[in-house]
């Protein structure tokens, strides 16, 4: 009992808003994948826009402000747009009738613990030298200087690929593809 | 105990983990596409918390370009998964065995 009261006294409300996100973000995202009450997609797609909403609190928390604004600007915001109208116009209603196989079930649980396990041994053996109190903020003004001094080339080539992004669409979407 | 850099990497990791177990366990085209969008997030977080905890905003910009390149990804797969439909009339992986012996 003691011991759970000085954990909670050293725990800060940064560190705690931590642990908030970052459940929330592991379960809305566990809901992503296998919802035991809809197998809908769009179902899955709403609790996207969460885990990603959620996401963005953990952005916050860590000082990347621009990011966090980003994140929910662009995913949840343009990104789940996108993905809500193709669900729309697709008719999965087929979808609903079938079940997730038991051999994928055990195939993906293996496999996945395997590579966890791999992850928090490797995360256990590592030495970070990082810093206890960091500084680094994220704000926009910083990393408008470094995007269009350092980056320059980057931000403009991403630019092109948009541009590419954008014909290839319009050309897939065409009735008939020759 | 004060949350560091090794905190922010196991939230990463174990999403990144969903994300693949969504990839290999779903047979839907579009829920294994939000399955890969939850992968992405997942390095997204390990880099911003990266760049945060080492003092270096690079990682950041690094992340701005992913969420561009994402963005442009998915109108590209999704256009791609609506001209599959329309041909086969299915988003259901288990029907795309053209390729089977």
């Known amino acids: ?178 | 105990m004060h949350v560091g850099l090794e905190h922010y990497l196991t939230v990463s990791f174990l999403l990144f983990a969903l994300g693949m177990l969504g990839v290999i366990m779903r047979r839907n085209l579009l829920v294994i596409y939000m399955s890969l969008e939850l992968m992405l997030n997942a390095a997204n977080l390990a880099l911003v918390s990266f760049s945060r905890f080492n003092d270096n905003l690079n990682g950041q910009v690094l992340v701005f370009f992913i969420i561009t390149v994402a963005a442009a990804e998915v109108s590209v797969g999704l256009a791609l998964i609506v001209a599959l439909y329309r041909r086969r009339q299915s988003a259901h992986v288990e029907d795309l065995t053209t390729m089977k012996l």
């Open chain 1, 1 to 178: 009992m003691e011991h759970l009261q000085n954990l909670i006294s050293e725990t800060t409300l940064p560190d705690m808003m931590f642990y908030v996100f970052a459940t929330l973000t592991l379960g809305f995202g566990a809901l992503v994948i296998a919802n035991p009450f809809s197998r809908n997609p769009v179902t899955s797609a709403m609790f996207l826009v969460l885990t990603i909403i959620s996401m963005a609190g953990l952005f916050v928390l860590l000082h990347a402000f621009f990011l966090a604004a980003v994140q929910i600007i662009v995913y949840a915001g343009a990104v789940m747009v996108l993905f809500l109208f193709v669900i729309m116009m697709l008719d999965l209603k087929a979808e609903q009738h079938r079940k997730i196989k038991k051999v994928a079930i055990v195939a993906g649980l293996l496999s996945v613990g395997a590579i966890v396990c791999i992850f928090l041994k490797s995360l256990h053996a590592t030495n970070f030298n990082a810093h206890d109190s960091p500084t680094t903020e994220g704000d926009t003004a910083l990393l408008g200087k470094l995007l269009f001094s350092q980056y320059v080339l980057p931000f403009e080539v991403v630019s092109v690929l948009l541009l590419v992004a954008m014909v290839g669409v319009i050309l897939l979407s065409k009735k008939d593809l020759k």
